[in-house]
């Protein structure tokens, strides 16, 4: 007994020695956006004077009712945790006071390791020794997640538009209910659940003589006056920005770990208000079910992400559906197999026969895709028609032609992370690849062939504004300017009322919504239906899809096509036309879109298609057998 608290004494000795821990600003992270005005930090941190007594109450009694006694360390909850179980087998209960929550909020990540655990006791003493009690509920109110929104000043606005020190008792102890499960536990998420909790947290203080049990009942009878989503504060969706910017932030080698985690650091991020509400706004109107949606707006000439929503409600997911789920991506994956085409002597009139068709290949395998509807010319159609319709026949007898693995390396070549077989389907993006991917990837078509990363970060700064990082766009050459151009005219053209012929141009639904000219190419599988657009001032794209992979509604395609316009438009208003200036290399050919050939009086539809020079079609150009026929059964 008497070594044991030697040995304890000890600890707590060296840890008064050790140096005190940084803990200012326990909001460690101030952001700013493009402009330097402040979207998230400072002000919404809560000192313990300005917390309402209900709060601070209802917290200490769910969570840790012996607090202002213990040295960091409940050893008889610890003892009772430990025999429960043990007794049930499995770890149903916890222990952790909330000196060791906050240690583990502001240093640790939540991994349950022993070395980690080690660390966390370690902190704990340390946060013991050189703090008060006060101070440390403080930060560790300003600190916790209330359903994924974190710190006690943006949960009370949040959720009841008010200051933290005016929650009243209902509101307080439905608040600090939510910790112990923020995902389940949020009244957004699962009210019933959350009522269930509130009322544990009001006999919890009714027990430790905080409350009477008259004021227990009235507080859970009391109705409560939620903010809705529109009346928020701050939008929702800038918090899967946010989470963006913390990830690209742990990256940065320059700049010390210590101030990763204490060091209250701004950063100055990439962030767009206007593009951040055109996604918003327009998602809030036309989203009313349980379908997911992931929109991401970058800059193309620098990469830097603008605005994007990694889901419809942060407080419900988390999950950043923008940066971290990887989809198949559909047609969206086209342009790139037409580049690679390009590259390769094609030119928008090159033919193939578009028909139900069951390719050979392999040691004697098959693949018979089909055309979206069924809708095939049963004729020969060029590549721009292919293009503008989405033709998945044309594209799979490209692909082959010039063998599947041209368009793996174009892939990587503008920024494809993922690992893709060299597949026929690969023609169809039947692989699985990220939306950031693929907006980045489409950011060079954008930017007439130069390749930029993404990125969410221009600045970092120290607290006393000294600057720790600074992102330098780096623009790198990989495709050729006026074959981009040729491809970009053809994306134009899926939104071209002149290709309206047998079939009608992906992008008809939204001629009539957009003002500006675009490149723009669609992708819809069963599961998910993606778009993604641009000009030389903005790449959009956005995913609609159920995270359960459910199989889509047409409606859903239709509002996917409406959202992408919208919030294109939107963001673009004010600006002036921007599309490309004709290479000096490349010519204007008036042609009939679907055959390629040079238009007369007679054709039905004609449009402008421009061509690398010398290999425009002329009067007498015949198409026939410019590429082999792939072998057909």
Known sequence: MTLGIIMYSGIYLIAWIYPKLNINNSKNYYLYDKDSNLISGTDEYSGIDAISPYLKNATLSIEDRHFYTHGGFDYLRIGKAMFNNIKSGKTTEG???????????????FDKTWKRKITEAWLTVRLEVHYDKDKILEGYLNTINYGGVFGIANASEYY??????????????????IPNWPSKYSPYIDYEASKERQLVVLNSMVRDNYITKEEADN????????VTKSTRKELDSVRYFRDSVISELNKISS???????????????TFDPKAQEAIESTINQYIKSDIQVASIIMEPNTGAVLGLTGGVDYSKSQFNRATSSNRSVGSTIKPFLYYAALENGFTPSTTFT???TTFVFAENQTYSPTNYNDKYANKEISLAAAIAYSDNIYAVKTHLFLGENTLVETLKRVGITANLDSIPSLALGSQAISLIDMTTAYSTLANEGYKVKPYFINK????????????????????????????DELLANTANPNFIDYSYPTSYMMMNRITKKYGIKTGTTEVDHLIIGFNKDAVVSIWSGYDDNRKLLDVDSYNNKYMWS?????Y????????????????GVLVEPVSGKIATDKSKNKTIMYYIKGTEPSSNYNLDDVIPTIKQE
């Open 95 to 109: 222990a952790s006071t909330i000196t060791q929550q906050y240690a583990k909020n502001l240093f640790l990540d």
């Open 160 to 177: 009841f538009g008010k200051d933290a020190l005016d929650l009243n008792l209902a509101e307080a102890s439905m608040l600090a209910g």
């Open 219 to 226: 507080a859970y009878n009391e109705e409560l006056n939620f």
């Open 255 to 269: 700049i010390p770990n210590s101030l990763l985690t204490t060091g209250g650091l701004k950063i100055y991020t």
């Open 354 to 356: 578009s028909e139900p």
């Open 460 to 487: 970092v700064e120290d607290i006393n504004g000294n600057v720790l990082y600074e992102y330098e766009p780096v623009k790198e050459a990989i495709l050729n300017k006026s074959l981009v151009y040729v491809l």
């Open 566 to 570: 919208d919030i294109i438009e939107k």
């Open 572 to 587: 673009l208003k004010d600006k002036e036309e921007a599309w490309y200036d004709i290479p000096n290399n490349v010519v």
